[in-house]
């Protein structure tokens, strides 16, 4: 995941907070704006995202539209994780 955390992490700013601060994730629009700030700067896209119940799961795809992880996004907290 090119030096992000493999076990969560949050994005930074104004709205985000202090780590470990819970910020509800309620839509799959704002799981996609969520992933887009964390993965900013890198080669990464943001695939299909589908709704599982408590999280969201989504594709992270390379610059050649290939799979290269699945994350999950807690919608309680916001935390997102690696499933890989």
Not at 28 to 35: Q, T
Not at 76 to 82: N, V
Request: aromatic residues 14%.
């Amino acid at each position: 995941m090119g030096g992000r955390h493999p076990y969560g992490g949050y994005c930074r700013g104004p709205r985000w907070g202090w780590y470990g601060a819970r910020q509800p994730v309620k839509t799959v629009d704002d799981a996609r704006k969520h992933l887009e700030k964390y993965f900013e700067g890198q080669d990464n896209t943001i695939g299909m995202i589908t709704d599982r119940g408590l999280f969201f799961k989504a594709e992270i795809k390379d610059r050649e539209n290939t799979v290269v992880d699945y994350v999950i996004i807690d919608k309680r907290t916001g935390r997102i994780r690696s499933t890989f």
